[in-house]
């Protein structure tokens, strides 16, 4: 069985920074990809960005600049780093690991920007 938690998140002044970390465990056979999902209330879960095997990254427009994604696969562990927040990326925020058999999330962690 596999299992994602989530970390980091909380409360903070717009134009600050938070890092979310997303710890993968279990049989993990093959870890194609891990994206970052968010969702504000009364609105659907959209994608904030992934990271694929090998590294390579791609980002939601609105977040591009602003948020990176990096990974340690060794540790089946990927960060989210999200810098110049704003209050419109207040959201559980959601992270979701691509294998070859399945795809799994995690419960989530709350993220909070006052302004």
């Known amino acids: 069985q596999v299992r994602l938690v989530e970390s980091g998140g909380g409360l903070v002044q717009a134009g600050g920074s938070l890092r979310l970390s997303c710890a993968a465990s279990?049989?993990?056979?093959?870890?194609?990809?891990m994206g970052w999902y968010r969702q504000a209330p009364g609105k659907q879960r959209e994608l904030v960005g992934t990271?694929?095997?090998?590294?390579?990254?791609n980002y939601a427009d609105s977040v591009k600049g602003r948020f990176t994604i990096s990974g340690d696969t060794a540790k089946n562990t990927v960060w989210l780093q999200m810098n110049s927040l704003k209050p419109e990326d207040t959201a559980v925020y959601y992270c979701?690991?691509?294998?070859?058999?399945?795809?799994?999330w995690g419960q989530g962690t709350q993220v909070t920007v006052s302004s």
């Open positions: 279990g049989s993990i056979f093959s870890m194609n990809a």
């Open positions: 990271m694929y095997s090998g590294s390579l990254t």
């Open positions: 979701k690991l691509y294998t070859d058999r399945s795809q799994y």
